[in-house]
């Protein structure tokens, strides 16, 4: 989704936000960093976007009341994007509004770098972008160096990790009047509320509806209304629960596009239980304000996600697990009255 091989590091400004609520200040640097090598650059290049590169969602900034122009961020990239001569002093206002939104306890101070890149690619095109990225975790290193026909070891304490970006995002100069493109990492620790501020409070985002996100939606909806909400209509086995798992993620890997009916049919099959899934869907669209087409293009990538959450394990009490990935007629179920207990009866041909 993200590559950087053709991107550089055009400006850096590198400010300190602390938590108010903690009675934390902020600190504003009076000028952009200056890099004095060709190592550091390629330092901050890897540490700033090697994350991006298995990121899938693309967001849009947005506001609460409708009015794009009313969001913090959007305002300020649209300065720097249209006169480059702003971007240290927009640096300082992005400081500022993310110390405004820093306020619950949990949240961290750190380092706020805001950076001008060239030519960070997504989905393929080449394009000016603005990174916003916080460090909040510090940690220390030690180091071995030779010293008198032998070796010294020393330490750095503080010191960040370049493989371990806790914040960032990424504002691409394109479809401005949508509220740009925007790829996000956030490595959140503390909470619910500490997990809602760099993207609700900070940035304020909303997803883009494309491919990858009907995709995971449409899976993810389908996953929730299988484990949770079916049993509320219908007595059906785990077994049976894990088989409609599997009929699904196979129409998902086997299709190009998604049909709704011809996936109802070719999947649930069930009359009732279609309705009782596409008023399932519906609700998740009223809920979320994200409606999902009936028809759409199936991302491989958003596939490959949800394939990791799907379930298809059978566990019985602590004493087996049967993983189940075919067919779901070669398995029974039924109870001992000697032995008072349910069991499984399993077919197959051959041992592997």
Known sequence: MVTFFEASLDTISVHHVGNQSQEEMYALSEQPLELKDEIIPNLLMQYFLKPFEKANEVYHLMHSSGDLELNELHHFATQVFDDNTKFHEASEKIAKHLYKVTNHPNIKGGELYVVYFNKVQIEGNPLDAIGIFKSENKETYLKVYPDKGGFQVDYEQDAININKLDKGVLIFNIEKENGYKVVVVDKTNGGQEAARFWKDDFLQLKIRNDSFNQTNNTLGIYKNFITEKIDEEFEMSKADKIDLLNRSMKYFKEKETFDMEEFSNEVIGNEQAIESFKNFKNQYEQEFDSPIADNFVISENAVKKQA?????????????????????????????????????????????
């Open 308 to 352: 990791r959450v799907y379930k298809s394990v059978l566990k019985l009490d602590k004493n087996f697990h049967i993983y189940i990935h075919g067919d779901k007629e070669l398995i029974e179920k039924g109870f001992d009255d000697g032995r008072a207990m349910n069991y499984y009866k399993v077919y197959f041909k051959e041992e592997a």
